[in-house]
């Protein structure tokens, strides 16, 4: 199973950086999914890391079909190293064919984390916290709440878990909160966190809903997406 997810894993990846209109920019939404530095990365591709940063930031003219094939199996190689984090990560959701573009980031923690590291880490306020104490986080999936709720069906949804569903969903670009707690209940969900990014103020049924589920609730203050993701990837395990 593991041999087959990586291969359409590569695929996939590889798929992305080809078809999109900025190559580069795909290419470091992978490198940063995986969590490789692009110090790392280049190392282990024999290239220095200002070569890298070039192709990132669309200063060199977009790589080709060998250089694509040695990023992808680069990160795969390095990710197998780390204990195939990502790859495990991932293998749930290929039996359907989910956006990536929906998943911003998704993670396996090597150790157990607890919900006030995160809600911390995160600039987070905990809103509910039903035994907050006895929930441990073995991951996180970061979801584009907009694309998610568009579309995605049930079964999509149940593939956001990743590897353990001992984890916390963490939707971006929320407005007020509600669409992606009303999605969490009609949809079955039952996450060991969700953490909402974006309102000002909470919906009061958004947290009702995570009372009635008791599901551990909190609304991260961080200043973009690009911070809280930085900040999730970060977290000391």
């Given amino acids: 199973m593991v041999d087959d997810s990586k291969e359409k894993l590569a695929k996939r990846m590889a798929g992305e950086i080809v078809l999109s209109g900025e190559p580069g920019k795909t290419m470091k939404k992978w490198r940063e999914i995986f969590g490789i530095t692009q110090t790392d990365l280049a190392?282990?591709?024999k290239i220095s890391s200002s070569v890298l940063s070039d192709y990132e930031g669309g200063r060199?003219?977009?790589?080709g079909a060998g250089t694509i094939k040695?990023?992808?199996?680069g990160l795969i190689h390095i990710d197998e190293a780390n204990g195939e984090q990502v790859i495990h990560a991932f293998s749930r959701m290929f039996t359907t064919e989910l956006s990536t573009d929906i998943i911003m980031d998704i993670r396996e923690f090597s150790l157990p984390v607890d919900i006030e590291t995160i809600a911390k880490a995160?600039?987070?306020?905990?809103?509910?916290?039903?035994?907050v104490s006895e929930h441990m986080i073995y991951g996180y999936t970061v979801i584009d709440s907009i694309k998610a709720i568009l579309e995605m069906d049930s079964e999509d949804f149940l593939k956001l878990y990743g590897w353990t569903t001992e984890r916390a969903l963490v939707f971006t670009k929320v407005t007020y909160g509600r669409s992606p707690m009303v999605a969490i209940k009609v949809k079955g969900l039952k996450p060991s966190l969700v953490v909402l990014h974006g309102p000002e103020i909470m919906d009061p049924v958004a947290i009702k809903i995570a009372e009635i589920e008791k599901i551990p609730l909190v609304h991260s203050k961080a200043e973009s997406v690009d911070l809280l993701l930085k900040a999730l990837r970060n977290i000391k395990v």
């Fill in 70 to 73: 040695k990023f992808v199996e």
């Fill in 60 to 63: 060199r003219k977009s790589p």
């Fill in 122 to 131: 995160v600039w987070g306020e905990i809103l509910t916290a039903p035994r």
């Fill in 43 to 45: 190392s282990y591709l």
